[in-house]
């Protein structure tokens, strides 16, 4: 079946360290990738996003994610994290042979410790 | 420009209840989405509409919860009667279009934590 993994649950780290989460997804052929973020009490906010073009996407905040086609990846980078980025974040994929939908994977809980 | 927005942000029912979420899209955003998400999940596609019409349902379980979209803006989700399996937050999202392509980035409301004893 057609998913998206992600897959670290939780992970801690102190302030200043960088970040690198994991997302795979097993879609073929054309995709749009996401990640947003949920802050802790806040909805969904859009992160960042890949639709072409340079695999190397720039989001909010100072994120960054890279979209390897080989590899059916999109790994979120932050090269220095703030205690402010605790929150969880969800990859998600649109992918054209999945009727269009957006399937999320299960999230990834990010704890910055001061 | 104002987001998605959702009411009410949070409902407590008894099982066999019924219960309605509502959902405002962001002003021209002809997509609307409606999401469960259950704790430790992301969220998950319940149904799709392109302005009233209801493209994609195929996720919804159609003996208990409805969604209505009238007049293409506004919508409605519906459950009823309520089962303890239903404890999620409900999502509602909306984007210019869908299909592949920078129109069709959703944007998230806040959601609908329901709660079912």
């Known amino acids: 079946a057609q998913s998206v993994s992600q897959h670290n649950h939780h992970v801690i780290l102190s302030e200043a360290a960088s970040l690198e989460l994991g997302c795979n997804y097993s879609y073929g052929g054309t995709v749009n990738l996401f990640w947003y973020v949920q802050y802790p009490g806040q909805h969904l906010q859009l992160l960042l996003k890949?639709?072409?073009?340079?695999?190397l996407v720039k989001g909010i905040k100072g994120f960054e994610a890279e979209f390897i086609k080989s590899k059916f990846s999109f790994n979120l980078r932050k090269p220095s994290v703030q205690w402010s980025d605790t929150a969880e974040y969800f990859c998600?994929?649109?992918?054209?042979?999945?009727?269009?939908?957006?399937?999320f994977g299960s999230g990834t809980q990010l704890t910055v410790l001061p | 420009e104002a987001g998605v927005v959702q009411s009410p942000r949070y409902k407590i029912i008894e099982k066999k209840q019924p219960v309605a979420f509502w959902c405002n899209p962001i002003?021209?955003?002809?997509?609307l989405y409606w999401y469960r998400q259950n704790l430790g999940q992301g969220p998950e596609l319940l149904i799709r509409?392109?302005?009233?019409?209801?493209?994609?349902d195929s996720q919804l379980p159609k003996d208990r919860f409805s969604a209505e979209r009238l007049k293409g803006v506004d919508s409605t989700l519906k459950i009823q009667p309520a089962e303890l399996g239903d404890s999620a937050v409900y999502l509602c999202?909306?984007?210019?279009?869908?299909?592949?392509?920078?129109?069709?980035?959703?944007?998230f409301g806040p959601g609908t934590r329901l709660t079912v004893l």
């Open positions: 998600a994929v649109n992918a054209a042979s999945s009727a269009r939908q957006l399937t």
């Open positions: 999202a909306s984007s210019l279009t869908s299909g592949t392509g920078p129109r069709n980035t959703q944007y």
């Open positions: 002003s021209g955003h002809n997509t």
């Open positions: 890949y639709f072409s073009g340079d695999p």
């Open positions: 509409y392109e302005n009233e019409e209801a493209v994609d």
